[in-house]
C-alpha cells in the first residue's frame, strides 16, 4: 500500500514566479491536510481538504497561498509570486474518512532565490 | 506564550539509554496524543498515537498522557543509534468540523552515541 506521494521533492523558484506543490494521499484516504516546517520551528497546519472542498483554511497566509483538492487527481498547493519567506518545506498528509491518525509525505522543499 | 511547548534539545545519550522526552501544552480541549518520528529532510512518522490520559506501550517506546497537568511524555528503552532523529509531538482536539487538525511541538533532536 503506497503511502502519501509528494512531487516534486524538491523545487527552485526565482522570487515573483509560482510554485505548485502535488499530493497524492494514500489510498481509501479522502481527507487531506498542508502543513509548512520553516528551519528551526515545528510544523505548523495550513490547510484542510476534502475532495472538492475546502473544510478549513484557518492557516494559510491571506494573500498569494491557494489549495485544491479536484474530484480526480492529486492535491495541489499553489503559490503565486513567490517570496523568499517562503523557502521551507511543505508537507502534506492524509488520514482515512473516518478520521483518526494522519500519515505524512516526504514532503516537497521549496527553496525562493 | 505556545499552544505546545517542547525543548528543542539537542539531547545526546549513550547506546541503550533509556530516553524521555516530554512536551507541555495549554490547550484543555486537546484529547489525541501523538509522537512522529522526522530523520533529516524526511517526512515525519508516526510512532505512538493516544487517546486521553494513561499510557501506551509498543515495543521499546512508551507514551504516557497526564491530563491534569497537560504533559505528556515518550520513553525509549534500549535506545539505539537509528533512533537518532528529530521527535516531535502532536495533539489535537479530535475529529471536528475541522478535521482532526495537529498542533505540533518544535520537536526535540536527539543522537545516540556509539
Known amino acids: 500500500n503506497a503511502g502519501v506521494m509528494q512531487n516534486p521533492r524538491h523545487l527552485v523558484r526565482r522570487r515573483g514566479q509560482e510554485a505548485r506543490l502535488r499530493c497524492s494521499p494514500m489510498k481509501g484516504h479522502s481527507h487531506v491536510y498542508w502543513y509548512r516546517q520553516l528551519p528551526e520551528e515545528g510544523l505548523k497546519f495550513m490547510v484542510y481538504?476534502?475532495?472538492?472542498?475546502?473544510?478549513?483554511e484557518s492557516g494559510m497566509p491571506k494573500e498569494r497561498f491557494s489549495a485544491e483538492f479536484p474530484k480526480e487527481g492529486p492535491s495541489i498547493l499553489r503559490i503565486q509570486q513567490v517570496v523568499r519567506g517562503d523557502s521551507a518545506a511543505y508537507f502534506c498528509a492524509s488520514s482515512p474518512s473516518t478520521g483518526g491518525t494522519a500519515y505524512f509525505g516526504p514532503g516537497t522543499r521549496l527553496t525562493v532565490t | 506564550q505556545k499552544e505546545v511547548e517542547q525543548d528543542p534539545g539537542p539531547l545526546s545519550v549513550p547506546e541503550g539509554a533509556i530516553v524521555s522526552l516530554n512536551c507541555t501544552y495549554s490547550?484543555?480541549?486537546?484529547?489525541?496524543f501523538m509522537w512522529y518520528r522526522q530523520y533529516s529532510r524526511k517526512g515525519p512518522e508516526l510512532l505512538m498515537y493516544t487517546y486521553s490520559s494513561g499510557n501506551k506501550e509498543d515495543g521499546r517506546f512508551t507514551a504516557q498522557v497526564d491530563k491534569s497537568s497537560k504533559y505528556i511524555s515518550l520513553f525509549i528503552r534500549d535506545s539505539q543509534p537509528s533512533d537518532s532523529a528529530t521527535y516531535l509531538c502532536a495533539m489535537s482536539a479530535g475529529i471536528t468540523g475541522g478535521g482532526n487538525k495537529l498542533t505540533f511541538g518544535t520537536g526535540t533532536q536527539l543522537k545516540v552515541e556509539l
Open positions: 481538504l476534502q475532495k472538492e472542498n475546502i473544510i478549513d
Open positions: 490547550n484543555s480541549a486537546f484529547q489525541y
